[in-house]
């Protein structure tokens, strides 16, 4: 089952999941939004040339083939084509040369769902999304509380079939989702199966701007808090702290917080939520290829004094590893699980100013006692691989163990 809410994608299972480097690469650490000094338009010429550091990125030997390649397409290629297509093809290709995974290219349409990646906000109806490999059903698995979804009825289950005009056959699922999304304020109609009877219903909603859920929480037995973050965008903050306190005040007397299959984030969302738990002092720093480094440090001694544990997996990866990182070295937590993705890396998101993104690689981070996790991952103190119990699909023996190591630190304190 692919799962996708309206703005990107939705990873929430405990087990490796195969199309991880696909989160990994959208929810890579983002550390700041820049205007690129170059727009692609003014400077970036395709058959041009650029200069970098007095060397010429594209020679003439280069503008030739291209001009070759291009007469052979007129002439000979069977299907239709244009000049933007090809030339996002030359600028993706042109970055995918440095061999580096975490460096992209973004077109005009990628760039847009780029930044509603980071934000966590969109415009949509509200609703979380499955869709079966081998049926193409799109099934309804969770609708947000108060969102245009809930207010037009959809509910849980439903099977959409039909959106407006479209109607669902071969289509991927982000397909389908773009036909869901929309300008704030207009109507989609989501025509759905409903039921073990499949009944035949349509529901309008009026789309409306809404805030992702990248955070989920509940009180477990013996006043366990647990906290699930899927992602580290620009509204976990404020949902993380909302949890936190909630929590506190239903009396909450240890923590689970569980970054599985995390893909990253925004590093300055990571180090704000780390500011709630660590003590005084740094919570990462990063060198670029200068060895200049960057602080981010805590500033206020408000360490969490309660028993906390970090549930991470091998899809743990980048924020998730700062977050991870932090809390073992300063000693107030335990982690548990497995060895972390191990992506220790930093790009920062650069606006070409018009109205495309390039994100390259330009420094390494490092834990607060020094330690560089890239390719490494950051092997947990109490190690547990997963383990799927066929007969209940609920159960989940990692969660279990995190949730055993608070309670036995809760018993500790106690005594």
């Given at each position: 089952?692919?799962?996708?809410?309206?703005?990107?994608y939705q990873m929430d299972?405990?087990k490796?999941?195969r199309?991880f480097?696909?989160?990994?690469?959208?929810?890579?650490?983002?550390?700041?939004?820049?205007?690129?000094?170059?727009?692609?338009?003014?400077?970036?010429?395709?058959?041009g040339?650029?200069?970098?550091?007095?060397k010429?990125?594209?020679?003439?030997?280069?503008?030739t083939k291209?001009?070759?390649l291009r007469?052979?397409?007129?002439?000979?290629?069977?299907?239709?084509?244009?000049d933007?297509d090809?030339?996002?093809g030359?600028y993706?290709g042109?970055?995918?040369?440095?061999?580096?995974?975490?460096?992209?290219?973004?077109?005009?349409e990628a760039?847009?769902?780029?930044e509603e990646?980071t934000?966590?906000?969109?415009s949509?109806?509200?609703?979380?999304?499955s869709?079966?490999?081998?049926?193409?059903?799109?099934v309804?698995?969770n609708v947000?509380?108060?969102?245009?979804?809930q207010?037009?009825?959809?509910t849980?289950?439903?099977?959409?079939?039909?959106?407006d005009?479209?109607?669902?056959?071969?289509?991927?699922?982000t397909?389908?989702?773009?036909?869901?999304?929309?300008?704030?304020?207009t109507?989609?109609?989501?025509?759905?199966?409903?039921?073990?009877?499949?009944d035949q219903?349509?529901v309008?909603?009026?789309?409306?701007?809404?805030?992702?859920?990248t955070?989920?929480?509940?009180?477990?037995?013996?006043?366990?808090g647990?906290?699930?973050v899927?992602e580290?965008d620009?509204?976990t903050?404020?949902?993380?702290?909302?949890?936190l306190?909630?929590?506190?005040?239903?009396?909450?007397?240890?923590l689970v917080i569980d970054l599985?299959?995390n893909?990253?984030?925004?590093v300055?969302?990571?180090?704000?939520?780390?500011?709630?738990?660590?003590?005084?002092?740094?919570i990462v720093?990063?060198?670029?290829?200068n060895?200049?480094?960057?602080d981010y440090?805590c500033?206020n001694d408000?360490?969490?004094?309660?028993?906390?544990?970090?549930?991470?997996?091998?899809?743990?990866?980048?924020?998730?590893?700062?977050f991870?990182?932090?809390?073992q070295?300063?000693?107030?937590?335990?982690?548990v699980?497995?060895?972390?993705?191990?992506k220790?890396v930093?790009?920062?998101?650069?606006?070409?100013?018009d109205?495309?993104?390039?994100?390259?690689t330009?420094a390494e981070y490092?834990?607060?006692?020094?330690?560089s996790?890239n390719?490494?991952?950051?092997a947990p103190?109490v190690?547990?691989?997963?383990?799927?119990?066929?007969?209940?699909?609920d159960?989940?023996?990692?969660l279990?163990?995190?949730?055993?190591?608070?309670t036995?630190?809760?018993q500790?304190?106690?005594?």
């Amino acid at each position: 089952m692919e799962n996708q809410n309206e703005e990107l994608y939705q990873m929430d299972q405990p087990k490796k999941d195969r199309r991880f480097l696909k989160g990994a690469l959208t929810g890579a650490l983002v550390m700041f939004l820049l205007v690129a000094v170059i727009g692609t338009v003014g400077y970036f010429k395709i058959f041009g040339g650029v200069g970098s550091s007095n060397k010429e990125v594209l020679t003439s030997s280069t503008e030739t083939k291209l001009n070759l390649l291009r007469g052979l397409i007129d002439r000979y290629y069977l299907y239709d084509v244009t000049d933007e297509d090809l030339q996002n093809g030359i600028y993706e290709g042109y970055i995918s040369g440095l061999n580096d995974p975490y460096s992209v290219y973004y077109d005009e349409e990628a760039s847009k769902i780029l930044e509603e990646s980071t934000s966590g906000e969109y415009s949509g109806v509200g609703a979380v999304l499955s869709q079966d490999a081998t049926t193409d059903y799109v099934v309804v698995m969770n609708v947000y509380d108060d969102s245009p979804a809930q207010k037009a009825g959809l509910t849980e289950g439903d099977i959409i079939y039909q959106v407006d005009d479209h109607e669902i056959k071969d289509e991927d699922l982000t397909e389908i989702v773009s036909w869901i999304k929309g300008e704030e304020g207009t109507d989609v109609v989501l025509h759905v199966y409903r039921g073990d009877s499949l009944d035949q219903v349509d529901v309008t909603a009026t789309r409306a701007k809404i805030e992702q859920q990248t955070v989920n929480y509940e009180m477990r037995a013996n006043n366990v808090g647990y906290i699930r973050v899927s992602e580290f965008d620009t509204v976990t903050y404020d949902q993380f702290s909302t949890a936190l306190s909630d929590l506190q005040n239903q009396g909450m007397a240890g923590l689970v917080i569980d970054l599985r299959s995390n893909p990253g984030g925004n590093v300055e969302t990571t180090c704000d939520m780390l500011r709630l738990l660590l003590p005084k002092g740094t919570i990462v720093y990063t060198e670029d290829k200068n060895g200049k480094r960057t602080d981010y440090t805590c500033e206020n001694d408000s360490g969490f004094d309660k028993p906390l544990a970090i549930l991470v997996n091998g899809n743990s990866a980048s924020a998730s590893e700062i977050f991870t990182g932090a809390v073992q070295d300063y000693e107030v937590g335990t982690v548990v699980g497995t060895t972390t993705y191990g992506k220790g890396v930093v790009q920062p998101i650069l606006n070409l100013q018009d109205g495309t993104y390039l994100k390259i690689t330009t420094a390494e981070y490092f834990t607060p006692n020094g330690r560089s996790v890239n390719k490494k991952g950051i092997a947990p103190d109490v190690e547990v691989e997963y383990e799927e119990n066929a007969e209940n699909p609920d159960a989940d023996n990692q969660l279990d163990k995190a949730v055993e190591v608070v309670t036995g630190q809760m018993q500790q304190t106690e005594q």
